[in-house]
């Protein structure tokens, strides 16, 4: 494999604060650690979120949809990132959670910039109905927030 882990790159990254302000539900928190440029991959839509507000918006609606949401383990790393594929000081949590009554078990890859700011997140979840009922209940939440037709 092409893609051996060299020397671990030292930064700022932290991804114990995402994880503490994700289970608290603190968009503010979450907001403050985002590059402007951040972009996040969904697993319900094909192009990334691109840009802070868009995110921040999505977290919204993600704070009122999930129940009982909480992280289970953590593995950390490095990864390359999608816009330039150097590769970036990287967390990949794991988290249950559970929406409109379907167990949802999933990971949170976090990607730092060289100041420890999430440049990127990529969002996997298992199994597909729970991605279903997932991209459905996002979508209502963002037009509840009149951010989707």
Excluded: C, W
């Amino acid at each position: 494999m092409s893609n051996v882990r060299k020397e671990p790159l030292v930064s700022a990254a932290d991804p114990s604060r995402f994880h503490d302000a994700a289970e608290a539900g603190d968009v503010a928190a979450l907001a403050a650690l985002f590059t402007d440029d951040i972009k996040l991959f969904s697993p319900v839509k094909f192009a990334p979120l691109e840009g802070k507000d868009q995110v921040v918006a999505l977290f919204h609606v993600l704070v009122r949809t999930f129940e009982d949401f909480h992280y289970i383990g953590e593995f950390d790393g490095t990864a390359d990132t999608t816009g330039d594929g150097t590769p970036a000081p990287s967390a990949v949590l794991l988290f249950r959670t559970t929406v409109n009554g379907k167990q949802i078990h999933g990971i949170d890859m976090l990607q730092f910039d060289d100041a420890g700011m999430i440049k990127e997140i990529t969002v996997m979840v298992r199994p597909q109905s729970a991605v279903v009922t997932l991209g459905e209940a996002i979508l209502a939440g963002l037009r509840a927030d009149g951010l989707a037709p």
